[in-house]
């Protein structure tokens, strides 16, 4: 069969409802079971972000995540009490203390990731590994060419006139926030319930944690 262009986004937006209804729905009950059992999404940003750094000082985690002090010493100190970091002094200099995951908030990065990926293979098992990867270009590609339309949208250049007739719920100002309208449901770039670790729907969010675990920001 031969798809042309609205033929393609009628069969994204057809994947985009059954995801939405349905998808979440099926994960809804492991996802209330792992969630509950999980750091607040500010706390996972540190686990993350040590995952990745290793050890780091509270100002170095205040930078790296560009939030108040105040806030970082709070989930820090949560997250020691939970036995999920550990503070020790620094060899090169007694008074700098350094927070580092333990064995348990290893665990814990390593559920998340596994959570992650039984979430990926379910969602795209019906693909073969050749067709995941075609498919995964072509939303790259798809992904990068709407990234610079809408970049020279928003100044204002090669403005396509249909633009002018769209329901204003597609757009804050000029910056289309999705397709589809749905302004943080998944269509755009803040994902389901906004952002890596926007609120748990349900229970269930799958930009908790390792949903995209190299982010920490």
């Avoid at 985690?61 to 002090?69: G, H, S």
């Avoid at 992650?116 to 098992?125: P, Q, R």
């Avoid at 949208?153 to 999705?178: C, I, S, T, V, Y």
Wanted: hydrophobic share 30%; no cysteine.
């Amino acid at each position: 069969m031969a798809y042309n262009s609205q033929d393609l986004l009628k069969q994204f937006g057809d994947f985009m409802m059954t995801f939405r209804q349905r998808g979440f729905s099926a994960f809804s009950k492991r996802g209330q079971q792992f969630w509950a059992k999980q750091p607040q999404r500010g706390q996972m940003r540190v686990l993350l972000l040590l995952n990745e750094k290793d050890q780091l000082t509270n100002s170095q985690i205040v930078d790296e995540l560009d939030i108040r002090p105040s806030s970082v010493s709070v989930m820090v100190k949560k997250l020691e009490e939970e036995g999920l970091v550990e503070r020790h002094d620094s060899t090169e200099d007694k008074r700098v203390s350094l927070i580092s995951l333990t064995e348990k908030g290893k665990e814990t990065i390593t559920s998340s990731h596994n959570f992650k990926a039984e979430f990926s293979d379910e969602l795209f098992d019906s693909l073969t590994k050749e067709e995941q990867e075609t498919l995964g270009q072509l939303l790259n590609k798809l992904t990068t060419g709407l990234s610079e339309k809408f970049a020279k949208w928003d100044d204002g250049e090669e403005r396509p006139d249909f633009l002018d007739h769209m329901p204003n719920a597609f757009f804050k100002g000029q910056k289309p926030q999705g397709w589809g309208g749905f302004k943080g449901n998944g269509f755009g770039h803040q994902g389901p319930r906004g952002g890596q670790f926007g609120p748990r729907p349900n229970g269930f969010d799958p930009h908790q944690d390792g949903f995209n675990p190299d982010r920490h920001n």
